[in-house]
């Protein structure tokens, strides 16, 4: 049977869509059925077993403004969340001491509600990197190989 994932984006400028793209024509060349939401809301995303967070981080450390209320609702939800299996690929500049806050801060709610990190996330340096979709591509094995062993 083939896995599900669902691929939720969070972007300002477009960045993150690019790279979620990206690894969603990946996985389904690998056989994953996917879902892609830019900007996901609670009710579309909370019977997926698989997610796959492709964020940027805007202003201040912060998640964009389309995927803010998700989490958000998330911290105020008093829902387990034990049976989700989730990663992050976020993107941010080093410039900032805020840098891929937006990672830390999915982390922290989804664990905190009993999901499952699958693999360390990827931080993507916009300012260092920039071919976004390549650092995505070589990360990729890592999330990948959970559902192969």
């Not at 201040?60 to 049976?83: M, R, W, Y």
């Not at 989700?84 to 922290?108: K, M, N, R, W």
């Not at 996330?121 to 070589?138: G, P, T, W």
Request: contains cysteine; glycine residues 6%; proline residues 2%.
């Amino acid at each position: 049977m083939k896995k599900q994932v669902c691929i939720i984006t969070g972007s300002t400028l477009g960045g993150a869509e690019y790279v979620a793209e990206h690894v969603e024509d990946l996985l389904q060349q690998q056989g994953f059925k996917t879902h892609l939401i830019h900007g996901a809301n609670f009710d579309e995303v909370v019977n997926e077993k698989i997610w796959l967070i492709v964020t940027s981080t805007h202003g201040a450390g912060e998640l964009p403004d389309n995927l803010k209320p998700l989490f958000e609702q998330l911290e105020e939800e008093n829902t387990e969340l034990s049976d989700l299996f989730f990663a992050v690929i976020g993107l941010g500049s080093s410039d900032y001491d805020t840098f891929c806050h937006s990672v830390d801060y999915v982390e922290s709610v989804l664990q905190d509600k009993k999901a499952f990190k699958i693999c360390e996330s990827l931080r993507i340096d916009v300012v260092k990197e920039f071919d976004h979709d390549q650092c995505a591509e070589n990360w990729l094995p890592n999330f990948v190989q959970y559902w192969q062993a």
